[in-house]
C-alpha cells in the first residue's frame, strides 16, 4: 500500500473497550470491539482484489459515529459518536484509472461540536443518548451535531449532514472539513435533517427541519435550484412535536410521516438526552404530511395506521396516486442502539406499500410484505429512484427473530414481483455490514450493476470494501479493497459515478 498523504493518530488515544456486559444470548460476539477506539485517520493507495467491473468508476462515500469517547465521557448511544467519513475512489484520477488501485480516505469531522472539544480536551455537549454533568447545548435549544448521518456531494464539495443540523462542507478527495454550508441564508440554529433529497437529474435539492417548540412546533420544507439558490422556504405547523428522520420526495409531492415520537422539550431542556425526552405515544395517531413539492405548499393531511418508519425507500407517483414504500415497524428502533448491546431485543420490520390519494386526503391501501427480519438503510439504482422501483436492497439482521444482541450480517435484495426476499450475500461469522450499500449503475444495461459495501470483522481487528455484482449478491463478493485500519459501522452512504 502506498501511502499519498500523512496518516494521523486518533486525538483521543482510546485503547479501553467497553466490553459486552448485557444480553443473554451474544449473536454478534466481539462487536464491542469496534466501538471501543477511535480510528486512524488515513488516505491512501490500495492494491484492489479481484476483478472490478470496468463500469465500477466513481466515488463511494460513506458517514457514521466513529468516536465514542471523548474526554472522560463515553457514549452510550450509536447516534451520539463523532462522525467520521470514508472515501472509497475506483477508477478515477484520484486512483489509478484502470481501477488496479483504489484512493481509501477515512478522516474525523470537524465541525463546531469537535473543534470545542479538542480545544477544551474534554466532552462539552450533550449527545443524542448521552448527558452528563454541565453539558452543553447548540444555544440552549438543540444538540451540537457530531455531524454523522449522511453525506452527498454539492456544488463541488462533500456535504455532511448531522440531525437536525446545517452540514459541514468537506473536500471530496482528502475529507477535510471546510466550513459549515448555510446554503446562503440559514441562521446556524436552523434545523435540517439529516435526510435531504438530491435530484440527481437536474442537481436540485430538497429538505425540512423540525422546529421543536411545544407550543408552536412546525416542519419547514426548503428547496434548492442546481445553482444552490434557495427557491422554496415553507413553514407548517404540527400538531404535536415530533421527530422525522426521513422523508420522500415523488414527481408532484413531498410527503412526510408525522408518527408519534414526541419530544418533550422541558424535560430536554433541563438536562434529559434527547432519547430520554423522546415518548412513543401511538394513542396521538399518525399523519403524513403531503406538500406540493414544487411550492412547498400544503395539499393532504393523511391519516395513516399505526407504526413507525425511520427509512423510506422511495415515494413515486402511480396516475393520481401517491404510493410510499417503506420499511415499517410497530415502534421506534432507538432504544435498540445502546453501544456496544446493539439490537438486543427480538424485533422484525415489514416492507410496505402506501397507496395515497392526496387529493381525497385519504389512505387507499397498504400493501405489506411481510419479513421476519430487521431490514434498515434501503437503496435502490438512482435511475429509477422516485419513479418507482421493482426491487430495493437493504441491510438485514439475520437472528432478529431472536433476543440477544445482534448486528447487521446480511445484504438483501427485495423484490415487489418476488414478493419479498429475492437474492442475498450472507457475511460469513463474525463478519457484520459496515455501512450502507451504494449502488454502481451499469450503463450499458438498464438496471444491472454492482454494490459497494463496506464490511468489519471486530475478532480480527480489519474492514474492507467489497464489491458485489447486484444481479448475484448470493455469489458473493467480485472485487476488495481491504483497510488499513478496523473502521466501526457506518450509516448512511452515496455513490458518484465519475462522468
Ligand atoms: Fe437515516
Not at 496518516?7 to 466490553?19: H, I, M, N, R, Y
Not at 441562521?187 to 408552536?216: C, E, Q, V, Y
Not at 451499469?442 to 454494490?451: K, N, R
Amino acid at each position: 500500500m502506498n501511502e499519498v498523504t500523512s496518516e494521523t493518530s486518533a486525538e483521543d488515544g482510546l485503547q479501553d473497550d467497553p466490553g459486552f456486559t448485557g444480553c443473554v444470548t451474544d449473536w454478534a460476539p466481539e462487536l464491542e470491539h469496534a466501538f471501543a477506539a477511535s480510528p486512524a485517520e488515513g488516505d491512501r493507495l490500495i492494491a484492489v482484489e479481484g476483478e472490478l467491473p470496468s463500469f465500477v468508476r466513481g466515488s463511494y462515500y460513506a458517514i457514521g459515529p466513529g468516536r465514542f469517547t471523548v474526554g472522560g465521557v463515553r457514549y452510550g448511544h450509536w447516534l451520539d459518536g463523532d462522525g467520521l467519513v470514508l472515501g472509497l475512489h475506483l477508477g478515477v484520477a484520484e486512483a489509478s484509472v484502470d481501477g488496479r488501485q483504489a484512493r481509501v480516505a477515512h478522516r474525523f469531522v470537524r465541525g463546531t461540536k469537535q473543534a470545542d472539544e479538542a480545544a477544551a480536551g474534554k466532552a462539552l455537549y450533550r449527545t443524542f443518548g448521552t448527558a452528563f454533568a454541565d453539558d452543553q447545548l447548540r444555544r440552549g435549544l438543540g444538540l451540537e451535531s457530531p455531524t454523522n448521518v449522511s453525506v452527498h456531494p454539492w456544488q463541488g464539495h462533500l456535504l455532511a449532514y448531522g440531525e437536525q443540523a446545517l452540514p459541514w462542507r468537506l473536500d471530496p478527495v482528502t475529507l477535510e472539513t471546510l466550513g459549515e454550508e448555510n446554503f446562503g441564508r440559514l441562521s446556524p440554529a436552523s434545523p435540517l435533517s439529516a435526510h435531504p433529497w438530491l435530484d440527481r437529474l437536474t442537481g436540485g435539492l430538497a429538505n425540512f427541519g423540525i422546529g421543536f417548540s411545544p407550543s408552536r412546533p412546525t416542519l419547514t420544507y426548503y428547496r434548492l435550484d442546481a445553482q444552490g439558490e434557495m427557491v422554496v422556504r415553507q413553514r407548517h405547523a404540527l400538531d404535536h412535536p415530533v421527530s422525522v428522520h426521513d422523508f420522500g420526495l415523488s414527481e408532484r409531492y413531498a410527503a412526510f410521516d408525522l408518527a408519534p415520537y414526541v419530544l418533550d422539550f422541558a424535560s430536554f431542556r433541563s438536562g434529559a438526552s434527547l432519547f430520554d425526552a423522546l415518548t412513543w405515544m401511538p394513542e396521538l395517531g399518525r399523519t403524513v404530511l403531503v406538500l406540493d413539492c414544487e411550492t412547498g405548499s400544503e395539499i393532504a393531511r393523511v391519516p395513516m395506521p399505526s407504526g413507525y418508519c425511520l427509512h423510506l425507500v422511495e415515494a413515486w407517483e402511480d396516475g393520481q396516486t401517491l404510493v410510499i414504500d417503506m420499511i415499517e415497524m410497530e415502534e421506534p428502533i432507538y432504544d435498540q442502539y445502546s453501544v456496544p448491546e446493539l439490537f438486543p431485543a427480538a424485533r422484525s420490520s415489514s416492507v410496505v406499500r402506501y397507496r395515497i390519494d392526496p387529493a381525497a386526503g385519504r389512505m387507499l391501501g397498504r400493501e405489506a410484505l411481510d419479513g421476519e427480519q430487521m431490514l434498515d438503510f434501503p437503496i435502490s439504482d438512482p435511475r429509477c429512484a422516485g419513479r418507482g422501483c421493482d426491487s430495493f436492497f437493504a441491510s438485514a439482521i439475520s437472528r432478529s427473530g431472536q433476543p440477544g444482541r445482534k448486528f447487521f450480517d446480511r445484504l438483501v435484495r427485495v423484490d415487489w414481483q418476488a414478493g419479498g426476499e429475492a437474492d442475498a450475500w450472507q457475511a460469513p461469522t463474525g463478519t457484520y455490514l459496515g455501512g450502507e450499500a451504494g449502488f454502481v449503475p451499469d450503463p450499458q444495461q438498464a438496471s444491472e450493476g454492482a454494490i459497494v459495501l463496506p464490511v468489519f470483522e471486530p475478532g480480527a481487528n480489519r474492514s474492507q470494501i467489497l464489491i458485489l455484482d447486484a444481479s448475484r449478491l448470493a455469489a458473493g463478493p467480485i472485487a476488495r479493497v481491504p483497510l488499513p485500519v478496523m473502521l466501526p459501522p457506518l450509516f448512511h452512504a452515496w455513490f458518484e459515478a465519475a462522468p
